[in-house]
């Protein structure tokens, strides 16, 4: 078959090129179209309980993670100019397009009791922004006698204070946030210039506008230096300018054409399909080193370029197909994940590898085609007299010492398994970001001074419409008691409910003494209600936290960022305690909210690894079974590849990297990449041994030899590339990088040095026999010259 491809593509190269460069032209265009994805990175499927109940929450109550917070302290928050200013810009920000509304110690409200018309009435404390002393130290003894906003927009113990910005939704979830996000910086950095106080930025919209910005910024800086750092290893490899710029070519159309595809499938640039182009760069160009160092050797040999690029696609079209095949496989099973991020991501790299496959496969030997025959320095890399005295030491130890290569890999990976019991999976809202970042600062002011900017929501279901205020509002004691609960746990921050609303109004009921902030008793409760305005009508604040149906009421609370672990213990200890006031039989209540949601996410993706890494083992074993047809072959080729997942996993525990999305995909990736060594190794063996007629221990040393040149040069490859994500200002991604380099570089000694030692413990003639069953798909032996 590769010979009928070989001459189809020699003899039309034109057309080839051609049709390479219509596609090309199509996918540019469509790369064009692609945006950034604005939405919030969504792990969990749509199936997934937690998703559900997260979705039906937002359906009924509206975004929850749509409030940035803008926060400072001072030792006078009511002093003249601060109190003015401070006014000035809640109203400047609340003018930007996009803003709903803004809460900020200058724009509160008080309830204050209408006998003439027997209702409460809302009116805002203070108006305009030009107060003397006199106003403001009036202003300050009433919002201080108002616990409603105690912990919520001021505390009064540190004398810190916050803005909360609303975003709209349309917006929230649109370009449009990010240039939202610097006008109201820009704005706040003015005031904090005019008054010499430090401002801290948090909340959702915040945060995402922050990791976005970088998202962006870093793709095209990992494209420049994937480039860069694959030409000049080409360069120092080949010494030849043409193969760096055909390797590099071919790789352009990799990254264009997955980038259509992306595009043509719907999809957005998240913060793992913007890892696509630079992982296209690095896993493509391997495809050009074995060909290149391939055409060199045959054309070394007769010196014919035709033959030799005939002879090239002929020998390596099923090697590198099968090796491509693993590598997209090791993708691929993201999909299974049923995660819309990861099945994304998966997707798009799996389909990415095997068309730059494609255009390696035509594109590389066109342009060597039409490129001058290579001269002798550009071949003497084939003599690479340090790589062949390395090869040659592998061989002595595989031949001579193989105890003493099982007795080293066997310390090294039970060393390896002490540290993977030393993992944790544990996931932050924010801890892919470095520890310096200006976002974890003002994380930990939010979290000092106000518990937190995280949203935490329970959601209470009466199963009856207007069962909120059936039973003479028996709820609301149970709301209240349900908030002491909370206000047990350091995590959470003062809550936001209809009984904080109903204790509000309360006070002003009995004239505004702070002694009555408390839900009322019973008769109290009665001549409460009968107040229009209490608990409806247009200005009534609390409509966001009653469903239309009144059947479904919320607590909305604010939480640090403690992590996946503790929220999870967390959820534990509370459902009890919530099911003790709120029988199951009575009532259905739901923990959800944004930062829930995300936390919850680690350990759904913990459980679908050992699944997809499972389907990839088993999808693999197919691939092999579909060449060698031995079992005990295939069973032994994969525990050269699995020893280095379990001593990356090892040094992960080592050094405390936890599991969460971006380390997760290290195991996937890494063992379908590494599995292409397997390939490349097992297929030059079986050639030797049924071409050449070689014993094992023969096939063995000339296997090491040929193959391993290429081996390395690709090793080198992946591993200085995949280390380029050290750069990252994500956490996670430089976890990525540095692992994946470790896990291939470890994958390329195993498979150098174990396979072929395993290969020679197994009986020789047993080992014969089995190499030589007919495959399902056959490897294209070397033609006759």
């Given amino acids: 078959m590769w010979k009928y491809i070989a001459g189809k593509i020699l003899r039309n190269k034109f057309i080839f090129t051609a049709v390479i460069a219509a596609i090309t032209a199509f996918m540019i265009y469509e790369t064009c179209q692609i945006r950034l994805s604005y939405d919030f990175a969504r792990v969990l499927p749509v199936t997934d309980p937690s998703y559900v109940d997260y979705m039906n929450f937002k359906k009924k109550f509206g975004e929850d993670g749509n409030v940035m917070v803008i926060g400072f302290k001072s030792d006078n928050l009511f002093e003249t100019k601060l109190f003015n200013d401070w006014s000035r810009l809640t109203s400047n920000v609340k003018s930007i397009q996009g803003i709903k ?3 900020s110690l ?14 409460f009435e809302f009116q805002p404390i203070s108006k305009g922004s030009n107060y003397s002393k006199e106003d403001l130290d009036s202003i300050k003894a009433l919002i201080y006698s108002l616990p409603f906003y105690e912990g919520l927009v001021y505390n009064k113990e540190t004398g810190a204070t916050l803005m909360a910005i609303t975003f709209n939704g349309a917006d929230l979830n649109s370009a449009r946030r990010l240039t939202m996000v610097k006008e109201i910086v820009t704005v706040a950095d003015s005031f904090a210039a005019a008054n010499k106080v430090k ?14 910005e970088k998202v962006s910024g870093e793709m095209g800086l990992f494209m420049a230096l994937a480039v860069l750092v694959t030409a000049v290893i080409l360069w120092l490899f080949f010494r030849s300018l043409s193969s760096v710029v055909v390797s590099l070519i071919v790789a352009a159309i990799g990254v264009v054409w997955s980038l259509g595809v992306m595009q043509l499938f719907g999809y957005k640039i998240t913060i793992l399909s913007g890892l696509i182009p630079p992982l296209i760069i690095v896993i493509g160009i391997p495809n050009c080193v074995f060909l290149i160092n391939k055409y060199h050797a045959e054309y070394v040999k007769h010196f014919n370029k035709i033959k030799a690029l005939s002879h090239t696609i002929i020998k390596m079209g099923g090697t590198l197909f099968l090796a491509n095949v693993t590598t997209a496989i090791g993708f691929g099973v993201l999909y299974y994940t049923s995660s819309p991020l990861l099945v994304e991501f998966g997707v798009v790299a799996a389909i990415g590898v095997m068309l730059t496959f494609v255009i390696s496969m035509i594109i590389a030997p066109i342009f060597l085609n039409l490129l001058p025959v290579p001269k002798d320095k550009h071949t003497n890399h084939l003599d690479a007299k340090f790589i062949n ?19 080293v890999i066997s310390i090294i990976t039970l060393i390896g398994f002490w540290g993977m019991t030393k993992m944790n ?9 470095p520890k310096n970042d200006p976002v974890y600062e003002d994380l930990s002011f939010f979290e000092k001074n106000f518990k937190g900017v995280l949203p935490f929501e329970v959601v209470i279901d009466t199963k009856k419409p207007e069962g909120v205020f059936s039973e003479n509002g028996s709820i609301l004691y149970k709301i209240n008691k349900l908030q002491k609960v909370f206000a047990t746990y350091s995590e959470f921050s003062k809550p936001l409910s209809i009984a904080e609303g109903v204790k509000f109004s309360y006070q002003a009921y009995r004239g505004g003494n702070p002694k009555y902030y408390k839900v009322p008793g019973a008769s109290d409760l009665k001549a409460l209600s009968e107040f229009n305005g209490t608990l409806s009508g247009q200005q009534n604040k609390l409509k966001f936290f009653i469903d239309s149906t009144k059947q479904f009421t919320r607590v909305s609370f604010q939480m640090a960022d403690i992590g996946s672990v503790r929220i999870k213990d967390l959820v534990k200890e509370l459902k009890p305690r919530i099911d003790s006031i709120f029988p199951p039989e009575e009532f259905r209540v739901e923990l959800t909210g944004h930062s829930l949601v995300f936390l919850k996410s680690n350990d759904y993706l913990l459980k679908n690894l050992y699944e997809s890494l499972a389907i990839e083992i088993v999808l693999e074993t197919l691939v092999a079974l579909a060449l060698f047809r031995s079992i005990r072959i295939i069973v032994l080729s994969k525990i050269p590849v699995l020893i280095p997942l379990v001593i990356t996993a090892g040094v992960m525990g080592f050094l405390g990297i936890n599991f969460k999305p971006t ?24 050639q ?4 050449q007629g070689r014993s094992v221990a023969e096939a063995i040393s000339v296997t090491i030899r040929e193959t391993g040149l290429s081996m390395i040069y690709t090793a080198i490859i992946l591993f200085s590339g995949f280390a380029i994500f050290a750069v990252s200002s994500f956490g996670g991604t430089v976890a990525l990088g540095i692992l994946v380099s470790l896990t291939l570089l470890v994958a390329m000694c195993t498979n150098l040095i174990m396979l072929p030692a395993i290969l020679l413990s197994i009986d ?11 495959p399902l798909i056959e490897i294209e032996e070397d033609p006759e010259d």
């Fill in 425 to 433: 999976v544990l996931g932050f809202v924010v801890d892919d970001l």
């Fill in 764 to 774: 020789k003639r047993q080992s014969r026999r089995e190499a030589l069953k007919v």
């Fill in 688 to 691: 030797e041994l049924k071409v």
């Fill in 389 to 407: 005295k390395i090869l040659i030491k592998v061989d002595y130890w595989v031949q001579n010492k193989r105890p003493g290569i099982y007795i």
């Fill in 199 to 212: 401002l801290h930025y948090s909340g959702m919209p915040y945060i995402r506008s922050h990791v976005m």
């Fill in 663 to 686: 380390t997760i995909l290290i195991f996937s990736i890494a063992f379908g990449i590494s599995s292409d060594g397997t390939i490349y190794f097992l297929t030059k063996y079986r």
């Fill in 101 to 103: 509304d803004v809460l």
């Fill in 106 to 119: 200058t724009s509160l409200y008080n309830v204050n009791r209408n006998d003439s018309l027997n209702k």
